[in-house]
C-alpha cells in the first residue's frame, strides 16, 4: 500500500464563492472525505489559502503571490493510502473540485525514503 496526493488544481484563480456555495461545497468534500476515510484510507489533507502567500523562483525572486488573473492556482491537497495510482484515481474523480469547469485533480505517489 502507498500514499498518493491528490493535488486540486483549479482554474478559475481564487474567484471567492458565495458563503452558500462554499457552505455546499464544504458538505461535499466532507461526504466525500468521508466515503474514503469508511475504507480506512484517508491518510491527511487540507485547503491551502490565498490570503497570503509567496512565489520563490529562480535566483531566490520573491513574487506576492498566487494571483487572481493566473488561469491555474493549487487550492489544497489530500494524502490517500492505495494499492496502485488506479485506486487512487478513482478516489480522485469522486471529488467536488472536479465540478468547476476546467478544474482538475493530479494524483501522484509519494516518494518513501527506501525507495531508490
Not at 461535499?28 to 472525505?33: E, H, R
Not at 476546467?102 to 525507495?115: A, C, L
Request: hydrophobic content about 40%; proline content about 3%.
Amino acid at each position: 500500500m502507498d500514499d498518493f496526493i491528490l493535488i486540486f488544481r483549479h482554474q478559475d484563480g481564487h474567484k471567492v464563492a458565495s458563503p452558500e456555495q462554499l457552505q455546499i461545497w464544504m458538505k461535499q468534500t466532507m461526504d466525500w472525505i468521508a466515503t474514503i476515510t469508511a475504507k480506512n484510507k484517508f491518510v491527511g489533507g487540507n485547503g491551502l489559502l490565498f490570503d497570503d502567500a509567496r512565489v520563490v523562483g529562480h535566483k531566490n525572486v520573491v513574487i506576492n503571490g498566487p494571483f487572481g488573473d493566473i488561469k491555474e492556482t493549487i487550492g489544497g491537497y489530500c494524502i490517500v493510502k492505495a494499492s496502485s495510482i488506479d485506486e487512487a484515481v478513482e478516489f480522485a474523480k469522486g471529488s467536488p473540485v472536479l465540478q468547476g469547469d476546467g478544474n482538475t485533480v493530479e494524483v501522484r505517489r509519494i516518494y518513501t525514503r527506501n525507495e531508490h
